[in-house]
């Protein structure tokens, strides 16, 4: 959430859609909760900003989810809108290894924020791709749902609301 609302306030963006996605091909379907629990923590997290909106886009496209099918769907269902994708610096380094990673870097822009600990890579220095000095941040969602199946504390890592809807839902204990 820091980095959508980063990205929403300090780049041309008008807003920033968060797409849940149901199974993103290269992670582990096991370690994911509910589609549709996902994608109430999204909304939980976003609250009240404007800004961000949470997408289920990807519920009714084939599983797994290819960010190109994506993003041409949407292309085609929003085509009033320019979509710009953003990723961390650990994505960057293996966009190469996308489905058909050449015709998202020629159609769409890629905002990309450092991840300590990541290079960003050869595609880093591509003409469509804009690296966004970005606040760096070691917390992912991959982190926080660890630390949730290590049945550590979560507080402050994740909004108040989420937090709250967390300790009452057991989504990823012992995963």
């Given at each position: 959430?820091?980095?959508?609302?980063f990205?929403?306030?300090h780049?041309?963006?008008?807003?920033?859609?968060?797409?849940?996605?149901?199974?993103?091909?290269?992670?582990?379907?096991?370690s994911?909760?509910n589609?549709?629990?996902?994608?109430?923590?999204?909304?939980?997290?976003?609250?009240?900003?404007?800004?961000?909106?949470?997408?289920?886009?990807?519920?009714?496209?084939?599983?797994?989810?290819?960010?190109?099918?994506?993003?041409?769907?949407?292309?085609?269902?929003?085509?009033?809108?320019?979509?710009?994708?953003i990723?961390?610096?650990?994505?960057?380094?293996?966009?190469?290894k996308?489905?058909?990673?050449?015709?998202?870097?020629?159609?769409?822009?890629?905002?990309?924020?450092?991840?300590?600990?990541?290079?960003?890579?050869?595609?880093?220095s591509?003409?469509?791709?804009?690296i966004?000095?970005?606040?760096?941040?070691?917390?992912?969602?991959?982190?926080?749902?660890k630390?949730?199946?290590?049945?550590?504390?979560v507080?402050?890592?994740?909004?108040?609301?989420?937090?709250?809807?967390?300790?009452?839902?057991?989504?990823?204990?012992n995963?």
């Open positions: 959430m820091i980095i959508a609302n990205m929403s306030d780049t041309n963006l008008d807003e920033v859609w968060m797409v849940v996605s149901p199974h993103n091909p290269h992670k582990s379907k096991a994911l909760a589609n549709y629990d996902r994608l109430h923590l999204v909304n939980l997290a976003i609250g009240e900003n404007t800004s961000i909106r949470s997408s289920n886009i990807e519920f009714n496209l084939p599983v797994p989810s290819y960010t190109i099918d994506t993003l041409s769907y949407l292309k085609e269902k929003y085509g009033d809108k320019e979509f710009v994708l990723m961390g610096g650990d994505n960057i380094a293996s966009l190469h996308w489905k058909n990673y050449e015709q998202i870097l020629a159609q769409h822009q890629i905002y990309v924020y450092a991840r300590p600990g990541y290079e960003l890579g050869e595609l880093a591509h003409k469509k791709v804009k966004v000095e970005a606040p760096l941040l070691s917390i992912s969602a991959s982190y926080i749902r630390l949730i199946a290590d049945d550590k504390s507080r402050y890592l994740v909004p108040d609301a989420v937090y709250a809807y967390l300790e009452e839902n057991p989504l990823y204990k995963k």
